[in-house]
């Protein structure tokens, strides 16, 4: 099954202290909108997302939207502590941490229950055993019902899963044509040039192994390729830009479709997570599936290519 996801970072204005008003919230609303549009119904958040307002607005538009809870899925993230105890960012896995912040996420988005509740980074101090009992008091309270991580190897997700009594059902890690060292590492193996990337060589195999879906952030490849006039009209970044145009047109569809498309042709089922709060954009990405199936091999080399801006080995 191919699907799409819509993250919510950027809903809930900015990431200071200062609280969202009904703007924000009627952006929020067009954003959630334009994802159902498109056939999304997975959303994606964090407790740190725009400080919390990101959840707080989502909360709003369901609370105004009746049914809406039942017709989506919701997961969000916890682990990450922003300027605290005179730190700009630590991590923070503990057992009380977790519920903490699990419940504070669940009253921002005025929900009961998240669908998925993500590990948003490995904490090194984190004890396995606390998160595990964390997770499973959430889970008998009905708070979370499947669990998954961010931005973790696989040998770290083996590690946590010999405590859990659950499955990790999904990775969240930054892949896109622009952002391609989770490809790179796959075919450098017997190469000098596998130095060049610090994507950990065979957590993209353990996921697939384990039927642990891979979230792609970062999907659109923040509007390098679709929205940003490359910066030098000789570079990589130009020539995919006229790639992904060419494709697009040749395809009958958008060029976040292609964008997509290329991650979701990858046999490891990537399930891209479309940040914009651009309305028209998130509707341009409704046809990634089909451009996904559609795609020819050569395409699809073409599109690595091209973006790596030199031949592969």
């Given at each position: 099954m191919r699907e799409?996801?819509?993250?919510?970072?950027?809903?809930?204005g900015s990431w200071s202290d200062e609280p969202h008003g009904s703007h924000h919230v009627d952006e929020a609303a067009a954003a959630v909108q334009a994802a159902l549009d498109a056939g999304i119904t997975l959303f994606d958040?964090?407790?740190?997302?725009?400080?919390?307002?990101?959840?707080?607005?989502f909360g709003e538009v369901l609370?105004?939207?009746?049914?809406?809870?039942?017709?989506?899925?919701?997961?969000t993230k916890c682990g990450i502590r922003l300027n605290e105890r005179?730190?700009?960012?630590?991590y923070d896995l503990s057992r009380e941490a977790i519920l903490e912040r699990v419940n504070g996420s669940l009253k921002r988005l005025r929900t009961d229950y998240v669908d998925i509740l993500l590990l948003h980074r490995p904490d090194p101090l984190s004890d396995p055993a606390e998160v595990a009992s964390a997770v499973g008091q959430l889970m008998a309270e009905g708070k979370v019902r499947q669990l998954g991580v961010s931005n973790m190897s696989g040998p770290q997700i083996e590690a946590l899963q010999d405590r859990l009594e659950t499955p990790v059902v999904a990775n969240?890690?930054?892949?896109?044509?622009?952002?391609?060292?989770?490809?790179e590492s796959q075919v450098l193996v017997n190469h000098p040039g596998h130095l060049d990337y610090s994507f950990p060589h065979g957590t993209v195999e353990f996921c697939t192994r384990n039927n642990i879906t891979l979230q792609a952030y970062g999907s659109l490849a923040r509007g390098a390729y679709t929205g940003v006039e490359p910066e030098t009209p000789a570079s990589p970044e130009a020539a995919t830009t006229e790639l992904v145009a060419q494709l697009a047109a040749g395809y009958g569809t958008t060029g976040e479709a292609v964008?997509?498309?290329?991650?979701m042709k990858h046999p490891a089922g990537i399930a891209p997570v479309i940040g914009t709060v651009k309305p028209d954009r998130i509707r341009a990405c409704a046809d990634a599936a089909r451009?996904?199936?559609?795609m020819s091999r050569p395409d699809w080399y073409k599109l690595w290519v091209t973006a790596?801006?030199?031949?592969i080995p």
């Amino acid at each position: 099954m191919r699907e799409l996801i819509y993250g919510c970072m950027g809903l809930g204005g900015s990431w200071s202290d200062e609280p969202h008003g009904s703007h924000h919230v009627d952006e929020a609303a067009a954003a959630v909108q334009a994802a159902l549009d498109a056939g999304i119904t997975l959303f994606d958040h964090a407790d740190i997302y725009r400080n919390g307002k990101s959840e707080a607005v989502f909360g709003e538009v369901l609370a105004a939207t009746p049914g809406l809870r039942e017709r989506i899925r919701l997961q969000t993230k916890c682990g990450i502590r922003l300027n605290e105890r005179g730190l700009q960012t630590h991590y923070d896995l503990s057992r009380e941490a977790i519920l903490e912040r699990v419940n504070g996420s669940l009253k921002r988005l005025r929900t009961d229950y998240v669908d998925i509740l993500l590990l948003h980074r490995p904490d090194p101090l984190s004890d396995p055993a606390e998160v595990a009992s964390a997770v499973g008091q959430l889970m008998a309270e009905g708070k979370v019902r499947q669990l998954g991580v961010s931005n973790m190897s696989g040998p770290q997700i083996e590690a946590l899963q010999d405590r859990l009594e659950t499955p990790v059902v999904a990775n969240q890690l930054e892949m896109s044509l622009l952002k391609r060292a989770w490809l790179e590492s796959q075919v450098l193996v017997n190469h000098p040039g596998h130095l060049d990337y610090s994507f950990p060589h065979g957590t993209v195999e353990f996921c697939t192994r384990n039927n642990i879906t891979l979230q792609a952030y970062g999907s659109l490849a923040r509007g390098a390729y679709t929205g940003v006039e490359p910066e030098t009209p000789a570079s990589p970044e130009a020539a995919t830009t006229e790639l992904v145009a060419q494709l697009a047109a040749g395809y009958g569809t958008t060029g976040e479709a292609v964008l997509l498309g290329w991650l979701m042709k990858h046999p490891a089922g990537i399930a891209p997570v479309i940040g914009t709060v651009k309305p028209d954009r998130i509707r341009a990405c409704a046809d990634a599936a089909r451009v996904a199936e559609a795609m020819s091999r050569p395409d699809w080399y073409k599109l690595w290519v091209t973006a790596r801006g030199s031949n592969i080995p």
